[in-house]
């Protein structure tokens, strides 16, 4: 089976500190996403890479940055944190075009004070 | 840009009955549609998926039918459970590119199932 491990369940972090969330998957897989998700706004993707230090912005990506240094590892950077980017983060790892879908981490909730 | 969009933010089923949950989308040119379920605190997990040269895929309890002539997904369960409780999701991909797929979610819908 495929794992998709994200760093941190929760985190509480104050306005304007430095945010890093990781994301380690096990399969190989080229493809990895971060999402937010937000209560009536679905998943909404922040960015994707589909490669060792390749990376595309997503739909909302003001305020964050990646990091792919290795296959296995996807990082999401929030640069200040700010309390509207309080949400739950999902990290997603996918084999490209096979149908199978998304594999997802457990989600870390961040709440940004 | 491909918008999917779930209507029904939530649905409440009685234990025993079918639940029906509705996705539409507004662009056609890709080979499978996906469904997602969430429970609290977890990422959500795939759960059926519908290549675009069928009309039907069934898995259990679990059928996905596509209109694409309506541009419409939707998903079957019968019969619910209370286990089915969760937050469902379609997601179709976009914007390939060097291969990769963009999965584009819809809203979700929170399914209840009473005992």
């Known amino acids: 089976d495929v794992k998709v491990t994200q760093s941190s369940r929760y985190l509480v972090k104050r306005t304007g500190e430095k945010v890093f969330l990781e994301c380690v998957q096990d399969?190989?897989?080229?493809?990895m996403f971060w999402y937010r998700q937000d209560p009536g706004l679905g998943l909404r993707l922040i960015y994707f890479?589909?490669?060792?230090?390749?990376?595309e912005k997503g739909d909302i990506p003001e305020g964050y940055s990646v990091s792919r240094e290795k296959k296995e590892r996807f990082s999401l950077i929030l640069e200040s944190a700010s309390t509207n980017q309080t949400s739950m983060y999902l990290c997603?790892?996918?084999?490209?075009?096979?149908?199978?879908?998304?594999?997802f981490g457990q989600g870390t909730r961040l709440t940004v004070v | 840009d491909q918008q999917v969009k779930q209507n029904s933010p939530s649905l409440s089923v009685q234990e025993g009955r079918i639940s029906i949950l509705n996705c539409d989308y507004t662009?056609?040119?890709?080979?499978?549609f996906l469904w997602y379920k969430k429970y609290p605190a977890e990422g959500p997990t795939f759960l059926i998926s519908?290549?675009?040269?069928?009309d039907k895929n069934e898995d259990g309890r679990f059928t996905v039918f596509l209109n694409k002539s309506a541009k419409h997904l939707s998903l079957h369960i019968v019969p619910s459970q209370p286990g089915d409780s969760a937050v469902y999701f379609c997601?179709?991909?976009?914007?390939?590119?060097?291969?990769?797929?963009?999965?584009?979610f819809g809203q979700g819908t929170r399914l209840t199932i009473n005992p």
């Open positions: 997603a790892s996918i084999e490209g075009g096979t149908g199978r879908g998304a594999f």
């Open positions: 399969m190989d897989h080229e493809n």
């Open positions: 890479s589909y490669d060792v230090k390749m990376k």
């Open positions: 662009n056609s040119m890709f080979d499978y």
């Open positions: 519908i290549s675009s040269i069928k």
């Open positions: 997601a179709v991909p976009t914007a390939v590119i060097q291969g990769a797929q963009k999965l584009v």
